[in-house]
């Protein structure tokens, strides 16, 4: 049987930074032949954006760069979704806690890691929040997402001898 290996994104809105690194991963995954053996998903640690699909400009980098997120639609985590996954990457320190407090008694803490620190430049271990500030910052995160997500594909292939 082959290993089936679950991966969750999670950002504040699942607006901008999670889908974006929702659909990276999933190209780089589909490239590497590995589409039917790891499940992608992302969700926010808030609600406001609840059925939204990605922030306009988050589309028009990511679809500049040919990925298309525009089908994604933002949903709110919960603590099913840190029992059902294997891998949880947050983008901030913010998600980190606010993840970690959905399950008091840390049964699903193991899972839980900054999606940063698997960047081989990680700076300060944060995606920065591209929300507020101007255009550069979305393809900024592009650029931590495509480069972070590729070291998370190589360490998963290796962890679960992931072959095509
Ligand atoms: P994200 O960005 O967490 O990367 O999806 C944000 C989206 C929305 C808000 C904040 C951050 N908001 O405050 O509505």
């Known amino acids: ?16 930074r999670s889908p974006l690194a929702e659909g990276v991963f999933r190209r ?8 039917s053996q790891i499940d992608i998903d992302s969700a926010g640690t808030g609600s406001w954006h609840v059925g939204e699909a990605p922030d306009t ?5 990511s679809s ?13 985590v919960t603590l099913a979704d840190l029992a059902r996954f294997d891998h949880i990457f947050v983008m901030d320190k913010d998600n980190l806690s606010d993840v970690l407090s959905l399950d008091p008694d840390g049964r699903h803490h193991h899972k839980v ?3 940063r620190e698997f960047d081989p430049e990680p700076g300060d271990y944060q995606v920065p929040d591209p929300y507020y500030g101007g255009a550069d910052g979305f393809g900024l ?20 001898g992931l072959r095509t």
């Not at 500049?64 to 709110?76: H, K, L, P």
């Open 1 to 16: 049987m082959k290993t089936h290996v679950r991966i969750l994104f999670v950002c504040l809105g699942n607006i901008c």
């Open 64 to 76: 500049e760069r040919g990925v298309d997120i525009s089908q994604q639609q933002a949903r709110q």
């Open 141 to 160: 995160v592009f650029d931590i997402a495509e480069r972070t997500a590729s070291m998370i594909l190589h360490r998963l292939v290796e962890e679960y």
């Open 28 to 35: 780089q995954v589909e490239r590497a032949g590995l589409s």
């Open 113 to 115: 890691r900054l999606f």
């Open 57 to 61: 400009r988050m589309q028009a980098t």
